[in-house]
């Protein structure tokens, strides 16, 4: 690195003679400080390959998940990666901590609520609701850079079929609460949008600029535009349209211009951005062999040297610098043009960013380019052992990557109707394209199709061809001149050169995981500052405390400690206390932040992760013989029961209309963050239970307060009866989120949420009498009260009844004021995907329903580049989708086509 530092500097330095060394030395550091950046704070990427396209309630999610480093090697420097699956109001419901082995983990996700275990005993384990859930996975050290980075992917969930495996017509459910977590969208939606991008970002006055523009529907998705038009009625000429992308120049003085869109004979009226008085126009040609850049430098004055970089995947490619020399006059009345030849023979295949900057590190012009020096994938083609397969036939298949032997590869074979959303990616799209940038893609597999497959498929480890030996026909230019247009509208890339080149400051905020670690930050608990030179003492043990690990280690002077554990599985419990240095004359009362507390941010749904095709005209035609292998048949040893009538009323709970909460889980993850709980109306207010806007809870706990004026609560519940606290409270409230009366606003003792296991929600109870919790809450009544009550259920009302479930005594003991007992959790237990199997054909009454109908997260191929797997069809298939993914120890894609 010095040498090469050496040598750009001794480089800048000859060719600008002109210059002070002061300004050389500047220019030259930002080069060089890049590639200190990315060897000291790589960037590491994930993606997840998930055995099906849509699910429904019920079913399991399956993953493999493949991470790479920064040159996009299966050899990332974190070994832990987190994979969570998060609800639709932005809950993380399940995260999965799983060991990074060679570039490679899997997993599995059940659709399936189980984290209560007083609900479980209830009602057993629930169903997630239908709904569209989203599955994102990081690493720690993803977390340093933009949370857009990480892998995220929104699934739709389906209500499970009024009958069993008729999938033909799935149904999307809304999810019954408000999005509390989860930003939302703009709530109106425009037929369409019309956005432009002048190239390089800059649209500058008095000088010829190529603009970029892009038009989508409601729905997110591109539309071409028919013509496009001042408002005087001038056509303005468009370049070759993809997804509603094209391209047009433009000359203004100050910019702003309305223009019409017209689309399918409806007009549509848009606006251009404001002009730049000085600065950039920046105009790209990717030619076979290089990179031309022109650049219209627009009101600088005087001698001026600029320089630019060009960076793949955050590595330096190249650099050089540019003198511009401008009189006053020319500067005023004309643009001084300057031109760059960058050779692109040697440049990696990817996308790559162009920056051209200032001494100050101001950039002038950025843009994005993809060069396409080969793109090498493996192919894995498969063979079946018959044409056609009947239900429950048994499947054999052989799967071969010529001339690539010993491979890895994550296999799914499902069912081939096909519900998922309109967004398609797979690993050779995200490690080349859709990583690289902001948004999604549509359709991103399209930009990489050749004609003919094998034009850019390499099978052997011969050099792969340049993309101009393939671009021979129009369809093939168009493809890389629609690519060049997502280059300049996509408008975000993971890498941000400024803090790269070192103008903007950078402080990893998260270390890299190389093994399980626990750590966190020790701080005062009533000044907040951080508690440097702190012992911090920790005992890991497992349940059945066979096993354990302790360790103790002292903050550093941010009040930063961390502890690496030994490989575990599974939930152990955690003791950790503080002691302060005997130095410290006043001894601090310490707060600990831990590390694990921290969560990417959330997003608003794009409306292309959401828009769903129209299935029922591909999925419609079903085999005719599933209504009979779907229907039961009686056994022929069974015995018919006479038909009975049951004509008397009878009282019943559907006890599967309520959905449970661990409200002690919830309170676990604030400790952790290192504040104190807060009382669980707030609690209910952060499940979703209440309009953040229209009723918002006080800072005051709600005691020896007079009058409902005075406060300003959404929900009523039973006190404590003297000094002995009943185990369950009941809240009683309209579906509005308000208390029914006067009568029914109780006011609470100061409760904590600390002290409570569970929360369990009965939303739509016509008849809260026939609850067991609700008859504590009666008893309670006064007889203004009980008298108010008939009358709204009398009225019809229906109720929202919480039912508040305390821990066992001694619960609340977790913390103390330099100690905590909580929970750690390792490494998450692998799951293995079940299939039963026919070997003597299926025995009548036999119902498999299975979409998913084989999953293998790791199947390696012989010395011959050959693997076999067999398993049993369903009960209905007989069209199958084979979706095979992986990298290779170079970093090469491997998929089925």
Same mark, same amino acid.
């Given at each position: 690195?010095?040498?090469?530092a050496?040598f750009?500097?001794l480089?800048?330095?000859?060719s600008?003679?002109?210059?002070t060394?002061?300004?050389a030395n500047?220019?030259?550091?930002y080069?060089?400080? %890049?590639?200190?950046?990315n060897?000291?704070?790589?960037?590491?990427?994930?993606?997840?390959?998930l055995?099906?396209?849509?699910?429904f309630?019920?079913?399991t999610i399956f993953?493999a998940?493949?991470v790479?480093?920064?040159l996009g090697?299966?050899?990332p420097?974190?070994?832990v990666?987190?994979?969570?699956?998060?609800s639709?109001t932005?809950? %993380?419901?399940?995260?999965?901590?799983l060991?990074i082995?060679?570039g490679?983990c899997? /997993?599995a996700?059940?659709?399936?609520d189980?984290?209560v275990?007083?609900?479980?005993?209830?009602? /057993?384990?629930a169903?997630?609701?239908?709904g569209?859930?989203?599955i994102?996975a990081?690493?720690?050290?993803?977390?340093?850079?933009?949370?857009a $980075?990480?892998?995220?992917?929104?699934?739709p969930?389906y209500?499970?079929?009024?009958?069993?495996?008729h999938?033909?017509n799935?149904?999307?459910?809304?999810?019954?609460?408000?999005?509390?977590?989860?930003?939302?969208?703009l709530?109106?939606?425009e037929?369409?949008?019309v956005s432009f991008y002048?190239?390089?970002?800059?649209?500058i006055?008095?000088v010829?600029?190529?603009i970029v523009?892009?038009?989508i529907n409601?729905?997110?998705?591109g539309?071409?535009?028919?013509k496009?038009?001042?408002k005087d009625?001038k056509e303005?000429p468009?370049? +070759?349209?993809?997804?509603g992308?094209?391209?047009?120049?433009w000359?203004t003085q100050r910019?702003g211009?309305?223009?019409v869109?017209i689309?399918?004979?409806?007009e549509y009226e848009c606006?251009?951005?404001?002009a730049?008085?000085?600065?950039?126009?920046?105009?790209?040609t990717?030619k076979?062999?290089s990179?031309?850049?022109?650049?219209d430098?627009?009101?600088?004055? $005087?001698d001026?040297?600029?320089?630019?970089t060009?960076?793949?995947?955050g590595?330096?490619?190249?650099?050089?610098?540019?003198?511009?020399?401008a009189?006053?006059d020319v500067?005023l009345k004309q643009p001084?043009?300057?031109?760059?030849?960058?050779p692109?023979?040697?440049?990696p295949t990817g996308v790559c960013q162009f920056?051209? =900057?200032?001494?100050?590190?101001?950039i002038?012009?950025?843009?994005m380019?993809?060069v396409?020096n080969?793109?090498k994938?493996i192919?894995v083609? =498969?063979t079946a052992?018959k044409p056609?397969?009947?239900?429950?036939?048994?499947i054999?298949?052989t799967?071969?990557t010529?001339?690539?032997?010993y491979?890895?590869?994550s296999?799914?074979?499902?069912d081939a109707?096909d519900?998922g959303?309109a967004?398609r990616?797979d690993?050779r799209?995200y490690?080349?394209?859709?990583s690289e940038l902001?948004?999604?893609?549509?359709?991103?597999g399209?930009?990489?199709e050749r004609?003919?497959? +094998?034009d850019y498929? *390499?099978?052997?480890n011969s050099?792969?061809?340049h993309?101009?030996?393939s671009l021979?026909?129009?369809?093939?230019?168009s493809?890389?001149?629609?690519?060049?247009?997502?280059m300049?509208?996509?408008?975000?890339?993971?890498?941000?050169?400024q803090?790269?080149a070192g103008?903007?400051?950078?402080a990893?905020?998260?270390?890299t995981e190389?093994q399980?670690?626990?750590d966190?930050w020790?701080?005062s608990r009533?000044?907040?500052r951080?508690?440097?030179?702190t012992?911090?003492n920790v005992?890991?043990?497992s349940?059945?405390?066979?096993?354990k690990?302790?360790?103790?280690v002292?903050?550093?002077?941010v009040?930063y400690?961390?502890v690496g554990?030994?490989d575990?599985?599974?939930?152990?419990?955690l003791?950790y206390h503080?002691?302060q240095s005997?130095?410290t004359?006043?001894?601090?009362?310490?707060?600990?932040r831990l590390?694990?507390?921290y969560?990417?941010?959330?997003y608003?749904y794009f409306p292309?992760e959401t828009?769903?095709?129209d299935?029922?005209?591909?999925?419609?035609?079903l085999?005719?013989w599933?209504e009979?292998i779907?229907?039961?048949?009686?056994p022929?040893?069974a015995?018919?029961?006479d038909?009975?009538?049951?004509?008397a009323?009878?009282?019943?709970?559907?006890?599967g *209309?309520f959905?449970?909460?661990?409200?002690?889980a919830?309170?676990e993850?604030?400790?952790?963050e290192?504040?104190?709980?807060?009382?669980?109306?707030?609690?209910l207010?952060r499940?979703?239970? =209440?309009?953040e806007?229209k009723y918002q809870w006080?800072?005051y706990?709600?005691t020896?307060?007079?009058?409902?004026?005075?406060?300003?609560?959404s929900?009523?519940?039973?006190?404590?009866?003297?000094?002995t606290?009943?185990?369950?409270y009941a809240?009683?409230?309209?579906?509005?989120?308000?208390?029914?009366?006067?009568?029914?606003?109780?006011m609470?003792?100061e409760?904590?949420?600390?002290?409570i296991?569970?929360?369990m929600?009965y939303d739509?109870?016509?008849?809260?009498r026939l609850l067991?919790?609700?008859?504590?809450?009666m008893r309670?009544?006064s007889?203004?009260a009980?008298?108010? =009550?008939?009358?709204?259920?009398?009225?019809?009302?229906?109720f929202?009844v919480?039912?508040?479930i305390y821990?066992n005594?001694?619960?609340?003991?977790?913390?103390g004021?330099n100690e905590?007992l909580?929970?750690?959790?390792g490494y998450t237990p692998?799951?293995e995907?079940?299939?039963p199997?026919y070997p003597?054909?299926?025995?009548?009454?036999?119902?498999?329903?299975?979409?998913?109908i084989?999953w293998n997260?790791?199947?390696?191929?012989d +010395?011959?580049?050959?693997?076999t797997?067999?398993?049993?069809?369903? /009960?209905y298939?007989?069209s199958?989708?084979?979706?095979?993914e992986?990298?290779?120890k170079? $970093?090469?894609?491997?998929?089925?086509?």
């Amino acid at each position: 690195m010095k040498r090469l530092a050496s040598f750009i500097l001794l480089f800048f330095c000859a060719s600008l003679s002109a210059q002070t060394v002061d300004d050389a030395n500047k220019l030259a550091t930002y080069a060089v400080h %890049i590639n200190y950046f990315n060897q000291l704070c790589p960037q590491e990427r994930v993606y997840l390959h998930l055995d099906n396209t849509a699910y429904f309630q019920g079913e399991t999610i399956f993953y493999a998940a493949y991470v790479t480093d920064d040159l996009g090697s299966p050899n990332p420097t974190s070994k832990v990666l987190y994979v969570e699956l998060i609800s639709p109001t932005g809950v %993380i419901l399940k995260q999965h901590k799983l060991k990074i082995e060679q570039g490679r983990c899997h /997993g599995a996700f059940q659709l399936v609520d189980t984290s209560v275990k007083v609900a479980i005993d209830r009602r /057993g384990a629930a169903n997630l609701p239908s709904g569209y859930y989203q599955i994102r996975a990081y690493t720690r050290a993803m977390l340093n850079f933009n949370d857009a $980075g990480i892998f995220s992917r929104v699934i739709p969930v389906y209500q499970f079929p009024e009958r069993e495996g008729h999938y033909e017509n799935p149904v999307m459910g809304e999810y019954p609460y408000h999005e509390v977590f989860r930003p939302q969208p703009l709530e109106k939606k425009e037929d369409l949008t019309v956005s432009f991008y002048p190239e390089g970002g800059h649209l500058i006055a008095g000088v010829p600029c190529n603009i970029v523009f892009k038009a989508i529907n409601e729905n997110g998705q591109g539309v071409d535009i028919n013509k496009l038009r001042t408002k005087d009625g001038k056509e303005i000429p468009l370049s +070759s349209q993809h997804c509603g992308m094209g391209k047009f120049e433009w000359v203004t003085q100050r910019g702003g211009e309305q223009l019409v869109a017209i689309i399918e004979g409806k007009e549509y009226e848009c606006k251009l951005p404001i002009a730049e008085p000085k600065g950039c126009a920046l105009h790209l040609t990717h030619k076979a062999d290089s990179l031309v850049v022109h650049v219209d430098v627009v009101g600088i004055i $005087g001698d001026l040297v600029l320089a630019y970089t060009l960076t793949e995947r955050g590595h330096l490619c190249a650099f050089d610098t540019l003198r511009v020399i401008a009189k006053t006059d020319v500067a005023l009345k004309q643009p001084v043009p300057l031109d760059i030849v960058i050779p692109a023979n040697h440049l990696p295949t990817g996308v790559c960013q162009f920056t051209l =900057f200032n001494h100050s590190g101001e950039i002038l012009s950025q843009r994005m380019v993809f060069v396409d020096n080969g793109i090498k994938t493996i192919p894995v083609t =498969f063979t079946a052992a018959k044409p056609e397969y009947r239900p429950f036939d048994r499947i054999q298949m052989t799967f071969q990557t010529e001339g690539n032997p010993y491979q890895i590869f994550s296999l799914a074979v499902r069912d081939a109707a096909d519900y998922g959303t309109a967004y398609r990616d797979d690993i050779r799209t995200y490690m080349l394209l859709s990583s690289e940038l902001k948004g999604l893609i549509e359709d991103p597999g399209w930009y990489f199709e050749r004609e003919q497959t +094998s034009d850019y498929q *390499t099978s052997d480890n011969s050099s792969p061809k340049h993309l101009s030996d393939s671009l021979q026909s129009v369809s093939l230019k168009s493809k890389k001149d629609a690519l060049d247009l997502l280059m300049m509208v996509q408008g975000w890339t993971r890498y941000d050169w400024q803090q790269m080149a070192g103008v903007t400051p950078f402080a990893p905020r998260h270390y890299t995981e190389e093994q399980l670690v626990l750590d966190g930050w020790a701080f005062s608990r009533i000044t907040e500052r951080p508690l440097q030179n702190t012992k911090v003492n920790v005992l890991l043990f497992s349940p059945d405390r066979k096993h354990k690990q302790r360790a103790a280690v002292t903050t550093d002077s941010v009040g930063y400690w961390s502890v690496g554990l030994e490989d575990f599985y599974g939930v152990w419990n955690l003791y950790y206390h503080t002691e302060q240095s005997r130095k410290t004359t006043k001894r601090a009362t310490t707060r600990m932040r831990l590390e694990r507390s921290y969560k990417p941010e959330l997003y608003a749904y794009f409306p292309f992760e959401t828009f769903l095709p129209d299935h029922k005209e591909s999925n419609a035609k079903l085999p005719v013989w599933q209504e009979d292998i779907g229907d039961f048949v009686m056994p022929h040893d069974a015995i018919a029961l006479d038909e009975v009538e049951i004509k008397a009323s009878v009282l019943y709970v559907d006890y599967g *209309t309520f959905h449970a909460y661990d409200a002690a889980a919830t309170c676990e993850e604030i400790f952790d963050e290192g504040d104190y709980t807060y009382d669980y109306g707030r609690y209910l207010y952060r499940i979703g239970f =209440f309009y953040e806007k229209k009723y918002q809870w006080p800072e005051y706990h709600f005691t020896n307060v007079a009058t409902a004026e005075s406060a300003d609560s959404s929900y009523v519940h039973i006190p404590t009866v003297g000094n002995t606290r009943i185990q369950r409270y009941a809240c009683l409230m309209g579906l509005d989120g308000k208390p029914l009366s006067r009568n029914h606003r109780w006011m609470a003792s100061e409760e904590d949420m600390e002290f409570i296991n569970s929360v369990m929600v009965y939303d739509t109870i016509a008849d809260p009498r026939l609850l067991p919790c609700f008859k504590q809450c009666m008893r309670d009544m006064s007889e203004g009260a009980y008298i108010d =009550f008939l009358r709204y259920f009398e009225r019809g009302d229906k109720f929202m009844v919480a039912e508040i479930i305390y821990g066992n005594p001694g619960f609340s003991d977790r913390r103390g004021k330099n100690e905590r007992l909580t929970t750690f959790t390792g490494y998450t237990p692998v799951v293995e995907f079940y299939a039963p199997t026919y070997p003597n054909g299926p025995v009548p009454g036999d119902k498999d329903f299975r979409r998913t109908i084989y999953w293998n997260p790791e199947v390696a191929t012989d +010395s011959t580049g050959r693997a076999t797997v067999s398993f049993y069809n369903n /009960g209905y298939s007989r069209s199958l989708t084979i979706s095979a993914e992986g990298l290779t120890k170079d $970093g090469v894609p491997i998929i089925n086509k």
